[in-house]
T-cell receptor
Framework: NAGVMQNPRHLVRRRGQEARLRCSPMKGHSHVYWYRQLPEEGLKFMVYLQKENIIDESGMPKERFSAEFPKEGPSILRIQQVVRGDSAAYFC????????????FGPGTRLTVT | GQNIDQPTEMTATEGAIVQINCTYQTSGFNGLFWYQQHAGEAPTFLSYNVLDGLEEKGRFSSFLSRSKGYSYLLLKELQMKDSASYLCAVRATAGANNLFFGTGTRLTVIP
């Protein structure tokens, strides 16, 4: 009965490199959400996806960030040309869908940009 | 815009009861969630309220008043392991499934 899985748990990148964060939702869940948490701040919504579709990307920065949830395999959050300000914890959550649609979170990926 | 307010920090004694308040102003409302987050770990789901009233689950209860834009999380018989951040989150509309989170309340339980 695995929960939401994320990898890697820790990722170090130099400025200008690319970061790829992976998320496998809980079994039976087809809705995936990505959030970012900066130190001492609340979780901020980035993007909501269902299989092969981006439903809401209103919280995603317009440049350098992209997300996908392919038919097969995990959801991926991709950050190109990382900058120091991208250093944060990135959490993925999944849900079964309406009506309650409660979200269950993965352990997060801590990205450090040096 | 969306605004969710919680106290930044609280301290309570082991065995006691503590109430963590949350007020919100959002463009719509379709449910309020409470999560617990230990330092360096993932948020874990505690409770969900969509109608006014009290939801009880063991040592944890959550209350909602939609007309006042107000919720609280009540923790009874506090244990040391309850030291964590407690996050209030609102789902603003039925169509959008993302949650708006407050910055969280850091609770410290002392002996």
């Amino acid at each position: 009965n695995a929960g939401v899985m994320q990898n890697p748990r820790h990722l170090v990148r130099r400025r200008g490199q690319e970061a790829r964060l992976r998320c496998s939702p809980m079994k039976g869940h087809s809705h995936v959400y990505w959030y970012r948490q900066l130190p001492e701040e609340g979780l901020k919504f980035m993007v909501y996806l269902q299989k092969e579709n981006i439903i809401d990307e209103s919280g995603m920065p317009k440049e350098r960030f992209s997300a996908e949830f392919p038919k097969e395999g995990p959801s991926i959050l991709r950050i190109q040309q990382v900058v120091r300000g991208d250093s944060a914890a990135y959490f993925c959550a999944s849900s079964r869908g309406p009506p309650r649609n409660e979200q269950y979170f993965g352990p997060g990926t801590r990205l450090t940009v040096t | 815009g969306q605004n969710i307010d919680q106290p930044t920090e609280m301290t309570a004694t082991e065995g006691a009861i503590v109430q963590i308040n949350c007020t919100y102003q959002t463009s719509g409302f379709n449910g309020l969630f409470w999560y617990q987050q230990h330092a360096g770990e993932a948020p874990t789901f505690l409770s969900y309220n969509v109608l006014d009233g009290l939801e009880e689950k063991g040592r944890f209860s959550s209350f909602l008043s939609r007309s006042k834009g107000y919720s609280y999380l009540l923790l009874k018989e506090l244990q040391m392991k309850d030291s964590a951040s407690y996050l209030c989150a609102v789902r603003a509309t039925a169509g959008a499934n993302n949650l708006f989170f407050g910055t969280g309340t850091r609770l410290t339980v002392i002996p």
